[in-house]
């Protein structure tokens, strides 16, 4: 199965400040067909998950532009700029490349 | 609007069958393809399987022969059956639509596993 690894596990940021996520896969992501397969999720508190960014680095549907996503073929990065109070919660990764489809750890951002 | 809703017993006894329905409106299930997710005590998420437009299935080896997702097209749902749960089932269960990635979430259903 591939091991999706976040970090750190949990971040306390103050609001107005960034933040960034770490997600290392222990293979590549990258698809025969150029496609990095590479997503974040965001599960507010009492929430479902929430898809941020596909793909790698697409913004999904009515996600706020704070947030971004980058990376290669095994180390990518969700980057909050300017973090607010409603981006409390868990964030995940998730790879769909293969089969088992797996998550990372989650990693808990709260607020100074 | 896509919209799905599971429902079920939150409370299984060990050794018993966990079933599970996910009603989608908005949406025709007879696209795209429809899975299942669920989230144990302490946030680890786990990709239980989905089945997909045509009916075809793909499951998470770790569940082994206890896994069984199925559909009704004629009334936009789709099914979860687990076998032979164990305390070690207690989650909360999502299902979910896979577009770009899984994009549509139910707001999940809590199952204990106890006797």
């Known amino acids: 199965d591939i091991v999706l690894t976040q970090a750190p596990l949990s971040v306390s940021v103050t609001p107005g400040e960034s933040a960034s996520i770490s997600c290392r896969s222990s293979k590549s992501l990258l698809s025969s067909k150029g496609i990095t397969s590479l997503y974040w999720y965001l599960q507010k508190p009492g929430k479902s998950p929430q898809l941020l960014i596909y793909r790698m680095s697409n913004l999904a549907s009515g996600v706020p532009d704070r947030f971004s996503g980058s990376g290669s073929e095994t180390d990518f990065t969700l980057k909050i700029s300017k973090v607010e109070t409603e981006d409390v919660g868990v964030y995940y990764c998730?790879?769909?490349?293969?089969?088992?489809?797996?998550f990372g750890a989650g990693t808990k951002l709260e607020l100074k | 609007e896509v919209q799905l809703q599971e429902s079920g017993p939150g409370l299984v006894k060990p050794s018993q069958s966990l079933s599970l329905t996910c009603s989608v409106t908005g949406y025709s299930i007879t696209s795209n393809y429809w899975g299942w997710i669920r989230k144990f005590p302490g946030n680890k998420m786990e990709w239980m399987g989905y089945i997909s437009y045509s009916g075809s299935t793909s499951y998470n080896p770790s569940l082994k022969s206890r896994i069984s997702i199925t559909r009704d097209t004629s009334k936009n749902q789709f099914f979860l059956q687990l076998n032979s749960v164990t305390t070690e089932d207690t989650a909360t269960y999502y299902c979910?639509?896979?577009?770009?990635?899984?994009?549509?979430w139910g707001q999940g259903v809590m199952v204990t596993v106890s006797s």
């Open positions: 998730a790879q769909f490349l293969e089969y088992p489809y797996t």
């Open positions: 979910a639509r896979y577009g770009q990635g899984f994009d549509y």
